[in-house]
Structure formats: structure tokens, C-alpha cells
């Protein structure tokens, strides 16, 4: 099994690791085709059936990646969630700076789907962004032969998540003091990044904060 390297203190319990994914799931997915590591940036839908998390989505078809995707058990997907540069000079004692953040690598099994089974991972996605939109487009209010021709230009994929590792890193090595300052910093940003860190660390440590 491929294990990122997690100090114990910033590991993320299951389903702490599944929220990110499902709160982010905008992910980079990695694969290796003879030898070279490819990339795609790819939205998703992640789902749980049966004690097992699956993830859908879709390529170009133009992209390499379509080569090594079918029955595929090296796939990795990255999720990215809140992160921020951390100055030193929020803390009581001389330090370096830092970067915080909250990470979730997924590997599986991947497969190539298509024909019906495609048509309701869009189906379901579409609903997903859409069916809450003032006139949103939903699949069933798009020209038949309008998805007919589109969907021959992408490639539809299912991952059987096997392992998930997340980690976050949020000043848990941190004084009650510094902890405390570091929210209060971030939360004089204007970038919605550094407020949802804020966020995260006053929700882990709510005794601080009331």
C-alpha cells in the first residue's frame, strides 16, 4: 500500500478524510503510463454504497490518461481543502513560518464507464450543481442530440476508493496562546481561504473560544 507521510498528531480520521473530499471535490487525479506520471484536473462525485466509497467523473477523450484508467488499481486522487501561509510573527516565541492545511490523498481501482451507466453519473452531477440554480440545466432539459455529440468528446470513469489518508496540519503542536492568535490573525484576512482555516481551527478547539 502507497502511505503518505502523516505525522500522528495531523491525522485526519475516515470520515473527517470523506467530508474534505466530498466538501472539495474539485481533485487532481494522478496515474503512471509507461513510467511517467500524468494529471488531470477533474470535478467529481463521491458516494457511499455498502461500507465502500466510489467516485465518478469524466476526461477528455483526447486526454493519455484514458489509456491506463480500465481496471486500474494505482489511481490516486488529491483533494485539496483550506490552506494558509502562517507568518511567524503570530507567535509568542521566535519560529519559522509555516503553511497549514487540510489534504486527502484517495487510491483505487478504476474502471471505464459508459452508455447508460455514463449517462447517470452525468445525470447525477448535473443535478448536483444545477437543481438548486434559478432555471438550472439539468440533464433532462439539454437536446438529446446535443448530449449524444458531446459525451463522444469525454471518457467516463468510476474509482473504487481502496485507501484514504488525510492529513491535517492546523497548529495542533500549538500553545493554547499562539492557537488563539493564529485564529485571530487569519481572521482579519479578506481571503476566504484564511477565514475557512479560521474556521476549521476554532471548531477543533471551540473550549478557547468561548
Known amino acids: 500500500m502507497i502511505i503518505v507521510y502523516i505525522p500522528k498528531q495531523y491525522r485526519m480520521n475516515h470520515d473527517e478524510a470523506v467530508q474534505i473530499m466530498k466538501s472539495n471535490p ?7 503510463y509507461k513510467y511517467r506520471p500524468l494529471a488531470t484536473h477533474i470535478p467529481l462525485e463521491i458516494r457511499e454504497e455498502e461500507g465502500k466509497i466510489y467516485v465518478t467523473g469524466h476526461i477528455a477523450y483526447g486526454n493519455m490518461q484514458k489509456k491506463n484508467l480500465d481496471n486500474n488499481s494505482d489511481v490516486l486522487l488529491i483533494f485539496q481543502g483550506p490552506h494558509a501561509y502562517f507568518s511567524s510573527s503570530w507567535y509568542q516565541c521566535e519560529e519559522v513560518p509555516t503553511w497549514d492545511y ?6 483505487g481501482i478504476a474502471r471505464v464507464i459508459n452508455g447508460d451507466e455514463l449517462k447517470l453519473a452525468l445525470d447525477v452531477m448535473h443535478k448536483h450543481y444545477e437543481s438548486h440554480r434559478d432555471n438550472g440545466r439539468t440533464w433532462d432539459t439539454f437536446d438529446p442530440e446535443l448530449l449524444k455529440s458531446e459525451m463522444k468528446g469525454i471518457v467516463g470513469l468510476e474509482i473504487e476508493i481502496t485507501s484514504i489518508q488525510g492529513m491535517a496540519k492546523m497548529s495542533q503542536n500549538r500553545n493554547e496562546t499562539d492557537y488563539k492568535l493564529i485564529v485571530k490573525e487569519l481572521e482579519k484576512s479578506h481571503e476566504q481561504e484564511e477565514i475557512q482555516v479560521a474556521q476549521w481551527m476554532r471548531e ?3 473550549e478557547l473560544f468561548n
Open 26 to 32: 474539485f481533485a487532481l487525479l494522478i496515474t503512471v
Open 102 to 107: 487540510l489534504a486527502v490523498h484517495a487510491y
Open 204 to 206: 477543533q478547539r471551540k
